[in-house]
């Protein structure tokens, strides 16, 4: 089966720069795209095709990649950011689709 | 506006099988490929399947549950259809409709809880 990796957690201050990598070994043929899951709800993209930033979604949301690992950058990161995220990709096939295991992100 | 909603029984018995329907709304369901994806208690996301009604069609399955799932749908109906065998509590989970799109999920239900018991 098809796995990417993401750290359990991440914490950081307001106002401060969170990154949250994704590894895996089809991310450099395939897009990486990023959600957003707060509780109770479902989850929301902020990145697509690796780097691109649906309308609505603030500025300080960014993605990118390199080689077989893909980052969601949050810069100036603000308590309502505090959620859980999910990497996803398809497989080198394209006929498989995978999620990461997800990184709580903690607002201090 | 893109819109998906989930609709089935929340309580399965352990043995039976599990049904769900996605209405689709505010875009044509013969032109994308739609999917099913599930979250268990507390845990992460998993991909069920995708269908796609353009041409002959088609479906494509998780290796880990082909063997028990089904995607098919109503195009008439705007709604395509979730089933799975021969439910377990393991299959106790949040399942959400979702489209497939140039490689990931861009429009999402807001899922249905289903619980599996005897």
């Known amino acids: 089966s098809y796995e990417l990796t993401q750290p359990p957690s991440v914490s950081v201050s307001p106002g401060q720069t969170a990154r949250i990598t994704c590894s895996a070994d089809?991310?450099?043929?395939?897009?990486a795209y990023w959600y957003q899951q707060k509780p109770g709800q479902a989850p929301t993209v902020v990145i697509y095709?690796?780097?691109e930033r649906p309308s609505g979604i603030p500025e300080r949301f960014s993605g990118s990649t390199s080689g077989t690992t893909a980052t969601l950058t949050i810069s100036g990161v603000q308590a309502e950011d505090e959620a859980d995220y999910y990497c996803?990709?398809?497989?080198?096939?394209?006929?498989?689709?995978?999620f990461g295991g997800g990184t709580k992100l903690t607002v201090l | 506006q893109v819109q998906l909603q989930e609709s089935g029984p929340g309580l399965v018995k352990t043995s039976e099988t599990l049904s769900l329907k996605c209405n689709v709304s505010?875009?044509?369901?013969?032109?994308?490929?739609w999917s099913w994806i599930r979250q268990s208690p507390g845990k992460g996301l998993e991909w069920i399947g995708y269908?796609?009604?353009?041409?002959?069609?088609?479906?494509n399955y998780n290796p880990s549950l082909k063997s028990r799932v089904t995607i098919s749908g109503d195009t008439s109906k705007s709604q395509f259809s979730l089933k799975v065998n021969s439910v377990t509590a393991a299959d106790t989970a949040i399942y959400y409709c979702?489209?497939?799109?140039?490689?990931?999920?861009?429009?999402w239900g807001q899922g249905i809880l289903v619980t599996v018991s005897s």
């Open positions: 979702a489209r497939l799109r140039a490689g990931g999920f861009d429009y």
């Open positions: 505010g875009v044509s369901i013969n032109t994308y490929f």
């Open positions: 269908v796609y009604f353009s041409g002959s069609g088609s479906t």
């Open positions: 089809a991310l450099p043929r395939q897009y």
């Open positions: 095709k690796d780097s």
């Open positions: 996803q990709s398809a497989d080198n096939s394209g006929t498989y689709w995978a």
